[in-house]
């Protein structure tokens, strides 16, 4: 059950067309097996208060993936690697000229946690995709 929560600084929110990029992401980690692309949850959140160093201006694209299943852990840090691919392409879409452009760090911190400390419950969920042979 991957969440990735995904923090962001105010101005740089808008700058990104955040569902495609979600959705990119989510089909990259279920393509390869990782995830069933049902189970997998994304959510983008400003940052109400950041400072990066003393740099008033600096930029933060901060991602946690949780993970609530154990898999092994070159699987783990290779799902974190397509999340930090993915984000950091759409900052580089973003297209600001380098000499303009404000300091931006992107993140991504990996949580394992067992599954008997993840609690869940549902209503109206839509029904299981068939599975392929």
């Known amino acids: ?3 990735i929560a995904i923090e962001v600084s105010p101005s740089l929110l808008p700058s ?3 569902e495609p990029v979600l959705h990119a992401m989510h089909l ?3 393509e390869r ?3 069933r692309l049902a189970d ?3 959510r983008v959140a400003p940052i109400a208060v950041g400072l990066c160093g003393e740099d008033p201006h600096a930029q933060q694209l901060i ?3 949780t993970l609530t ?3 092994p852990p070159q699987m783990c ?3 974190a690697e397509v999340v930090l691919g993915h984000l950091s392409r759409a900052i580089g879409a973003i297209g600001v000229p380098p000499e303009s452009a404000a300091w931006v760090q992107c993140c991504v911190f990996l949580q394992e946690h067992p599954k008997s400390h993840y609690l869940k419950r549902q209503w109206n969920a839509p029904p299981p995709l068939p599975s392929t042979p």
Request: hydrophobic letters at 55%; proline letters at 8%.
């Open 1 to 3: 059950m991957p969440h």
């Open 16 to 18: 990104i067309q955040w």
């Open 28 to 30: 990259a980690l279920a």
């Open 33 to 35: 097996g990782w995830a």
């Open 40 to 42: 997998l949850k994304s």
């Open 63 to 65: 991602a946690t993936l």
């Open 69 to 71: 299943n154990p898999r």
């Open 77 to 79: 840090s290779a799902m």
